[in-house]
């Protein structure tokens, strides 16, 4: 099931972002953030099932149709966090949920456990604590970083010399998604340049982190967030693939409902039947007191 949305431009401060927006003006007010190299269309089949919400989906700075961080500028998790909170003060909204997927979960996380109050309910998506790196690997890793900082100036963005192959590297990217959601990623983020069709998200957003947070500091995060969590996990994704162990050792520590549901990490994507289990979930979720 699909629907019409709204398509809305947030003047920000620093940047402009664009958004769809679905459901009643009444409805309770969510922020949603889609994943790393995704766009705002990751919602398309979910958002409409969610009941009672009106709910803003982000394009993220420098994905989809918002635009890209200044020349100099960079793509740290941490300012995507200011981003969403430049957001609802545009919105003028006090008080929001979150819906994340992936690293818009992350995001999500880490505003509600630096401003817990501005966040009333976390629905997260096959994500929960950004990637760690303990202190004495720091110094290689920003070498690493610069290194490739200087490389990405030489590079030039691929064009694919039709759609439908843009479509299918989306499908076969480093986390696969099913036809019918590499195609909702495509509408939003292909654009047509000479010699064929380049996705429009900015070429920086490939290069690594400069700095990660540690393992204490990222759980100082999710130990502080004070509004009710629900988490899905997908049985096919992300954290029960390579970041198992990472990952039950985080959520024994967390106070976190999790519900493990079938399909990959885009299962609220990749069909419908995987968007209404994942919709069945956040609607008790949401209207539940």
Known sequence: MTSNCEELRLRLPHIELAAQVYGPQEGKPVIALHGWLDNAATYARLAPQLQGLRIVALDFAGHGLSEHRPAGGSYAI???????????????????????????AIVGLLLAGGLPERIE???????????????????????????AQLRLAKKRKTVHPEFRRAVEMRMNGMTSVSLEAAQFLAARGLLEV??????????????????????????????RVACPVSLVVAEQGILLGKAKAGYEKVIRELDFAVTTLPGGHHLHLDDEAGARLVADCFNRFMQSS
């Open 194 to 223: 000479p010699g064929g069709y380049s996705w429009s998200t900015d070429s920086r957003l490939t290069l690594p982190s400069k700095l990660l947070l540690t393992h204490a500091q990222a759980m100082a995060f999710a130990k």
């Open 78 to 104: 941490l300012d995507y966090v200011y981003d969403v909170l430049q957001a609802a003060e545009f919105l003028q909204w006090d008080k929001f949920s979150v819906i994340g997927h992936s690293m818009g």
């Open 121 to 147: 309910r976390l629905a997260l998506i096959d994500g929960v604590t950004p990637h760690t790196l303990e202190a004495e690997g720091a110094p290689e890793r920003f070498g690493d970083a610069l290194n």
